[in-house]
Each structure stands twice: as structure tokens, then as C-alpha cells.
Nanobody, 123 residues
Framework: VQLQASGGGLVQPGGSLRLSCVASGFILDYYAIGWVRQAPGKERELLAC????????DYAESVKGRFTVSRDNAKNTVYLQMNSLKPDDTAVYYCATPVDYYCSSSLEDFTSWGQGTKVTVSS
């Protein structure tokens, strides 16, 4: 089970980015995928989690209405579309899976992680 996140970069406030999480070694559609970020000096924050097979997606209040998770099963990839970015969104972003169909609200349950991609929101 391997995940690889990409798509980070520098963006101005109000801008958009789309992060990608490509899975290898397993069929991503069968599993829940979460997006997590860690800002400098802060704890990891679970932003969103999509249950397997285009199931329920739950978003943290901090990103609800701005971030959207989607899947492309043909590419074994999950995306995080981030709009209306703010400087507070600056962080390293990770995709992770609990290796289960269902999401979890506890980061301890996410046992497989991608390497992270850095997002900087600054003018």
C-alpha cells in the first residue's frame, strides 16, 4: 500500500490548487482516503475523509465550502481541490488511508501515508 501526494506549490491568497494522491499496490476505490495537513508548529489536522466507493465525504469546518475531495478510479487517484486559499492554509498536506472502507475521525487509525506536499499561500 503506497500513496504519493503531489501538486503543492506557492499560490496567492484567494487562489486555487489541486492536490493529487496516487495509490499503488491497492485499489483506491475500495478504501477511505483522508487529507491531512500540518502547519509549522501545529498539530496535524484531518481536513477531509472520503469513504470507499464514492461514499460519504466529511470535511473539517476550517475547509468546508472551500475544499472538495474527488476520485478518479481509472487513475487510482484522489484529488483535493482547494479554492479561496488563505495564508492560514499554508502547511504540508498529506493523503492517508486507514486501509478500511470507512473513514475514521482519529488520525491514529490512518496507517498508510503519502510523503506530503507543501502548500504556501502568500502574496
Amino acid at each position: 500500500v503506497q500513496l504519493q501526494a503531489s501538486g503543492g506549490g506557492l499560490v496567492q491568497p484567494g487562489g486555487s490548487l489541486r492536490l493529487s494522491c496516487v495509490a499503488s499496490g491497492f485499489i483506491l476505490d475500495y478504501y477511505a482516503i483522508g487529507w491531512v495537513r500540518q502547519a509549522p508548529g501545529k498539530e496535524r489536522e484531518l481536513l477531509a475523509c472520503a469513504s470507499g466507493s464514492d461514499g460519504y465525504i466529511d470535511y473539517a469546518e476550517s475547509v468546508k465550502g472551500r475544499f472538495t475531495v474527488s476520485r478518479d478510479n481509472a487513475k487510482n487517484t484522489v484529488y483535493l481541490q482547494m479554492n479561496s486559499l488563505k495564508p492560514d492554509d499554508t502547511a504540508v498536506y498529506y493523503c492517508a488511508t486507514p486501509v478500511d472502507y470507512y473513514c475514521s475521525s482519529s488520525l491514529e487509525d490512518f496507517t498508510s501515508w503519502g510523503q506530503g506536499t507543501k502548500v504556501t499561500v502568500s502574496s
